[in-house]
Each structure stands twice: as C-alpha cells, then as structure tokens.
T-cell receptor, first 114, second 111 residues
Framework: DTGVSQNPRHKITKRGQNVTFRCDPI?????LYWYRQTLGQGPEFLTY????????KSRLLSDRFSAERPKGSFSTLEIQRTEQGDSAMYLC????????????FGSGTRLTVV | DQQVKQNSPSLSVQEGRISILNCDYT??????FLWYKKYPAEGPTFLIS???IKDKNEDGRFTVFLNKSAKHLSLHIVPSQPGDSAVYFCAASDSNYQLIWGAGTKLIIKP
C-alpha cells in the first residue's frame, strides 16, 4: 500500500469552470476526509465519509462544493463555477477509526483559479 | 474564532538543542490533541498525540505536554536534528471525525 493518493497534484482553471479532484485512501481505512488549506493557515475541515456514507457535510464551503464516495473506496471532490477564492490546497486523508488516532494525509491537490 | 492558536510563526534552533513548540486552545471540550509535521509539497504527517486525561506522552525524541488548567500544550524535540526542519501543526479533536488546526510553526534547525 502506497498511502493516500491524490490526483491531480496541480490544477489551473479559469474562473467559472468546474473541477473535480480524486482521492484514493489506504485500502483498509473506512474513513475518508477532505480538508482545504490556504497559505499560512492550518487545514480546514470540509467533509467526511464512513465507508460510502457522507456523515458530515455542513462544513462544505458553499453549495458549489460536493463530494462523493460511491463504493466506499475512492472519493471525488467537485467544485462548480470556480471562483478565485477557491484557490487553495485540497487535502484528502483517511483513517481506520476515530480522528484522534491520527489521519494519514495525501500530498494534496493545489488548485489555482485564474 | 480561532480555537487552536500557534502564536509563533517560526522558530530557529541549533542542531542538538531542544526545540519547544507551543500551542494554546480555548475549547475545554477538546478530548485529544495531536501534532503533525509538514514538509513542502507533502501532506501533514502524524507525529504524536495526547488524551485530555493525561499530561505527558513521549515517543522517542518527541514529548508532548498538556496543561489543561492553562489550556496549553507543547511539543519538545530532543535532540533537534536537521531533518526536523518543517512546519509543525497542533490540532485538537472535538468529535470522532474532525480536527481543529492551528496555523503552524515553521521550525528551522541550524547546523
């Protein structure tokens, strides 16, 4: 197992376009999390899944953001009608159990909206 | 409202000496505290955690101290090594899924 994999590593898009990011978690981890990190700040929680169920999504930044984990394995995060303020690092993490045992993060997808 | 604060954006320490990174929090309901380390172009890596019912946890060169009355925790690295140069994040758990993060402290180990 090579850890949590995120694709693409970098994405440059024009304002108003839709983007989709993919996360492949560690295979035996049942929990998957999405965070956003902007420069000089710590990660900010967006949403999480336990298996295929999205158990918390109220922290998604707006209705332009959505996430799926259709078969309880990989997940996608979509941002519709991107805005310049969406430019950030989007981090995916997975864990076998509770958050306080520590997550394993991927390397992130850096989004730049021009 | 920043519930987890790391007030030092950066810290420079001589190789071989002790590095002490500090973190303050405001929410007394946090039940676990964690430290993560981040290198450029990589995701954060879990280092060490501590339950709110304990005051110290040690793992090799890393020790975390928790002072609940002061709502303060610290990470000690002894001895500091060049590979320890990174950004260190303090995070706190208030549920079984979400972590609340500080803004990070950049640690520079000087040879």
């Amino acid at each position: 197992d090579t850890g949590v994999s995120q694709n693409p590593r970098h994405k440059i898009t024009k304002r108003g376009q839709n983007v989709t990011f993919r996360c492949d978690p560690i295979s035996e981890h049942n929990r998957l999390y999405w965070y956003r990190q902007t420069l000089g700040q710590g990660p900010e929680f967006l949403t999480y899944f336990q298996n295929e169920a999205q158990l918390e999504k109220s922290r998604l930044l707006s209705d332009r953001f959505s996430a799926e984990r259709p078969k309880g394995s990989f997940s996608t995060l979509e941002i519709q009608r991107t805005e310049q303020g969406d430019s950030a690092m989007y981090l995916c993490a997975s864990s076998r159990g509770r958050a306080n045992y520590g997550y394993t993060f991927g390397s992130g997808t850096r989004l730049t909206v021009v | 409202d920043q519930q987890v604060k790391q007030n030092s954006p950066s810290l420079s320490v001589q190789e071989g000496r002790i590095s002490i990174l500090n973190c303050d929090y405001t929410n007394s309901m946090f039940d676990y505290f964690l430290w993560y380390k981040k290198y450029p172009a990589e995701g954060p890596t879990f280092l060490i955690s501590i339950s709110s019912i304990k005051d110290k946890n040690e793992d090799g060169r890393f020790t975390v101290f928790l002072n609940k009355s002061a709502k303060h925790l610290s990470l000690h690295i002894v001895p500091s090594q060049p590979g320890d140069s990174a950004v260190y994040f303090c995070a706190a758990s208030d549920s079984n899924y979400q972590l609340i993060w500080g803004a990070g402290t950049k640690l520079i180990i000087k040879p």
